[in-house]
């Protein structure tokens, strides 16, 4: 059964880059096209991007600038790196599998990252 | 970017009734369009599927339709653990958009 586990830091300061790791188990990472979502606090769920296995990638218009994503085959994960961050940037970060017809059916449990100094 | 708009953004209702939760979509999107189901702290989880595929494990009482723009969620005889927030997705277009999310809660 594949499932997701996100990690990284909890507190990332201002103007900072933000790094997260998105572990999969139960499944080759390399079989299968990944997804970033955030969800701020109280709000709804915001798409980040998403990793095809192919190693191309498509963006939000609105993070693009900032986002950078990779993959490492050989550990089975892949990662996520948002630069610039402020205040407006903390959230729960999810990492989900894109299945069939591209929804996000499996998911992580989300890590919360807070941007404070 | 493709707009979604889900009406209400909260819903009362009581055991045993039966609610309906709608999603609009700015432009055509086909069937691409899927549901999810969030309880505090919890990731989403995956209810339906192009607009009317029961995910693997989930209720029968959960039912999905609707094409093009205009798109239904239906829970058929509410139980204690359907109180939750539940929001639509797109993804016949990037970006992904997601709505904002229906808040059902108990009466």
């Known amino acids: 059964q594949m499932q997701l586990q996100e990690s990284g830091p909890g507190l990332v300061k201002p103007s900072e880059t933000l790094s997260l790791t998105c572990t999969v188990s139960?499944?080759?990472?390399?079989?299968?096209?990944w997804s970033w979502i955030r969800q701020p606090p109280g709000k709804g769920l915001e798409w980040i991007g998403l990793?095809?296995?192919?190693?191309?990638?498509n963006y939000n218009p609105s993070l693009k600038s900032r986002l950078t994503t990779s993959v490492d085959t050989s550990k089975n994960q892949f990662s996520l790196r948002l630069s610039s961050v402020t205040a407006a940037d903390t959230a729960v970060y999810y990492c989900?599998?894109?299945?069939?017809?591209?929804?996000?059916?499996?998911w992580g449990q989300g890590t919360t990252v807070t941007v404070s100094s | 970017d493709i707009q979604m708009t889900q009406s209400p953004s909260s819903l009362s209702a009581s055991v045993g009734d039966r609610v309906t939760i709608t999603c609009r979509a700015s432009?055509?999107?086909?069937?691409?369009l899927h549901w999810y189901q969030q309880k505090p702290g919890r990731a989403p989880k995956l209810l339906i599927y192009?607009?009317?595929s029961l995910q693997s494990g989930v209720p029968s009482r959960f039912s999905g339709s609707g094409s093009g723009t205009d798109f239904t969620l239906t829970i058929y005889s509410l139980q204690p653990e359907d109180f939750a927030t539940y929001y639509c997705?797109?993804?016949?277009?990037?970006?992904?958009?997601f709505g904002q999310g229906t808040k059902l809660e108990i009466k």
């Open positions: 989900a599998r894109r299945g069939p017809s591209s929804v996000a059916d499996v």
């Open positions: 139960g499944a080759s990472i390399s079989t299968h096209s």
């Open positions: 990793l095809f296995f192919s190693g191309s990638t």
């Open positions: 432009q055509s999107i086909g069937t691409y």
């Open positions: 192009t607009a009317s």
């Open positions: 997705h797109q993804t016949y277009n990037i970006p992904d958009t």
